[in-house]
């Protein structure tokens, strides 16, 4: 199993600076800056449609349900009263006449007791209050109108944003894995792949829903905060301030609770990474674990693992299953205060019905934001860690560079660590390497190259040449440094001292892409995709012909294999390709290199783990290979190199002997 580090030290991540966190993601949200923008637009009319609610409730109470007298007088032995306009509703006046002694006219309207409203036949009454049911029924259908409005606005919203926020997470996902693909392998070797995966799957996510569930929602609740205060205010700024006694301990009791949250966040975002990375180690390592018979001990640590990961959640759990209920316990007071005050002074007749309705209603939809934003806290944390993980990620330059496009800069300053670094330009293809001013017939140059992958030096001052034509073979104990060798002549690690050459130009001078293109690597663990086999040899490579085709499989000993599979070269393998031999794989793996027609062909144990007939075949494909190409050989059997025209013996990373089969030595050979 791998060490649990990596990257970053996870379990020693600071306190989340969430506005540092938010300025890195706004250049992704840049370019969908136009829905973000109309969303925003599209939320402040739903703010708007909300806070008008209450406000048409209190309106129908004050003006038809329960309207009062014109002037507000109000008399001790008759109560409050309705008034009636004769002008506007001349059919009342009937019901006037009818009823003289329960009615006071004055000029064009006319007053009666609320409570004598119940004496008066139901025709007379319905006559008496038809403007006030129509005024109810013209509410009504504002209120049927301002619902479907808001269902539109708020379908709209809900569309733009998750457009918007998909999209981020389109470019911000093809960004982070095209920044992973771009690492050295080093920082491959370090990390495990389950926490790689974390970061480009769930840790996305949490941003996706971060971008679709906050944004616009923040908006929504901080304009709808502020449109409650202002009508609050403007309707009566005395009870206004009653309610908003509460708001302290309201924002109290959240940045309490937020901060308890936080740290519960960003421990269960490690937990997380640390399942996918046990999950990937245990998949990856299932022939070891079943053949050792370490099912049990195995489940045992993932059990620890998801049960840790639990408790977590549930710590999680329990911050909101107090807080939530907390914010229910100061909404229902603060509601309490408005009933007890509102309704003492509605009682005094210095408040009207409609406005301690109106209060209540604002008042409780004043708490639904500060709940909303408290459920997103949940949410908005969680992004928060994941993003910061994103950004630690993206922030690393564990890289192996390219030369700069433009000529090279500080030619003196590197001039000891890249030879070749006074360069002018940079070559575009393998034949421009091949025609520059330096290239001789020595086509791999090791001059003086040390290297290390920690504090002790694997290599030490090797020195050797390749000529032109020539097949090299590397032999030596285990952890002697060959396939060190290889790493470094294919540039997935740069030397510490000395300089690596091919055709007499520093690799460092050399865009990855070019040098790469002129080599082809045959490893002993040959990796295949989850593709057709055609793909697994020629993807990458130029179209080539059916001749050229056949000659490929021909030149492998690959016929056998294609004609025993039911789709022939379309067959699509297993990840890994699993179903085929370490045998078929390895031929597979020298179509592949023998596709790409290299110059330099490096086979770093190739036939360790096949068998001899399998062997005998790959002997043939590698001869068919090396015909008219430089070839490095890093093996242990003596089948392997008996062609080589020289052998090299490296011994605790220095060469300690080199036997010419054919032609001269290069230098410290």
């Not at 491959?188 to 974390?198: Q, S």
């Not at 040449?465 to 104990?477: D, L, P, S, Y």
């Not at 593709?531 to 000993?557: H, K, M, Q, W, Y």
């Amino acid at each position: 199993m791998r060490r649990d580090y990596g990257y970053f030290e996870e379990d020693k991540l600071g306190k989340p600076y969430n506005t540092r966190l938010l300025k890195r993601l706004l250049p992704h949200v840049r370019p969908y800056r136009l829905l973000v923008l109309i969303s925003v637009l599209l939320v402040s009319g739903i703010t708007v449609l909300d806070l008008a609610l209450p406000y048409l409730t209190k309106v129908a109470i004050d003006q038809y349900i329960v309207k009062e007298a014109d002037d507000g007088s109000i008399s001790e032995e008759a109560g409050r009263r309705y008034t009636v306009n004769l002008e506007t509703n001349p059919k009342a006046a009937h019901v006037v006449d009818r009823y003289p002694k329960l009615f006071e006219t004055d000029g064009s309207s006319a007053k009666i007791a609320y409570q004598d409203l119940s004496l008066l036949e139901k025709s007379d009454l319905k006559t008496l209050r038809s403007e006030d049911r129509e005024g109810v029924g013209v509410i009504a259908l504002i209120f049927l109108a301002m619902a479907v409005g808001h269902f539109a606005l708020s379908f709209g919203n809900v569309m733009i944003m998750e457009s918007a926020g998909q999209s981020i997470m389109h470019d911000l996902r093809r960004d982070l894995y095209e920044h992973i693909q771009g690492l050295s392998i080093g920082f491959f070797i370090r990390n495990p792949v389950g926490r790689l995966v974390t970061r480009v799957t769930s840790d996305i996510q949490n941003l996706h829903d971060f971008f679709t569930s906050i944004i616009t929602v923040v908006f929504k609740d901080i304009f709808l905060l502020v449109g409650i205060a202002i009508v609050l205010v403007v309707m009566n700024w005395k009870l206004a301030l009653i309610c908003f006694a509460v708001l302290p301990v309201v924002f109290l009791t959240t940045f309490y609770f937020s901060h308890m949250a936080r740290d519960i966040f960003r421990e269960a975002r490690i937990k997380i990474a640390q399942i996918n990375t046990r999950l990937q180690e245990s998949i990856d390592g299932i022939r070891v674990i079943q053949l050792f018979f370490q099912e049990e001990r195995n489940y045992g640590k993932f059990r620890k693992l998801n049960h840790e990961n639990y408790l977590v959640g549930m710590r999680q759990i329990n911050v909101f299953a107090v807080f939530m209920p907390a914010i229910e316990i100061l909404s229902s007071a603060t509601v309490a205060l408005v009933i007890w005050y509102g309704g003492l002074r509605v009682l005094s007749d210095t408040l009207s019905l409609g406005v301690l309705v109106a209060f209540i209603s604002y008042m409780r939809m004043f708490f639904r934001p500060i709940r909303d934003i408290a459920e997103k806290y949940n949410i908005m944390q969680s992004a928060m860690a994941s993003s910061e993980r994103i950004f630690q990620l993206l922030d690393t330059e564990e890289k192996i560079p390219d030369p700069p496009i433009s000529s090279h800069t500080h030619q003196d300053e590197k001039a000891s660590e890249q030879p070749d670094s006074s360069q002018k330009g940079i070559v575009q293809n393998w034949t421009d390497l091949k025609q520059t001013p330096q290239a001789s017939n020595g086509i791999v140059t090791f001059d003086g190259v040390w290297f290390g992958y920690g504090d002790e030096w694997v290599l030490e001052d090797v020195s050797f040449t390749v000529r032109e034509g020539q097949t090299v073979a590397v032999v030596g104990t285990t952890g002697a440094g060959k396939s060190t060798l290889i790493h470094l002549l294919e540039r997935f690690y740069d030397p510490g001292k000395g300089s690596v050459r091919i055709h007499g130009t520093d690799v460092r001078s050399v865009p990855k892409a070019v040098l790469r293109s002129g080599m082809a690597l045959i490893t002993q663990d040959v990796f295949l995709f989850a593709d057709t086999i055609r793909n697994n040899i020629f993807a990458g490579n130029p179209p080539v012909s059916d001749e050229r085709l056949e000659e490929i499989i021909d030149g492998c000993g690959l016929h056998r294999l294609i004609q025993n599979l039911p789709e022939g070269l379309d067959t699509v393998l297993t990840e890994g390709g699993r179903t085929l031999s370490s045998g078929e794989r390895q031929l597979i793996a020298f179509a592949r290199a023998l596709a790409r027609d290299p110059e330099i062909l490096i086979l770093d144990e190739a036939t360790s783990s096949v068998d001899t007939q399998t062997e005998h075949l790959i002997q043939e494909a590698t001869v068919r290979l090396m015909e008219g190409r430089t070839g490095i050989v890093v093996a242990h059997r003596l089948s392997t190199i008996q062609n080589a025209d020289r052998i090299l013996t490296l011994h605790r990373g220095k060469i300690s002997e080199g036997t010419v089969r054919e032609g001269e030595l290069g230098p410290g050979s």
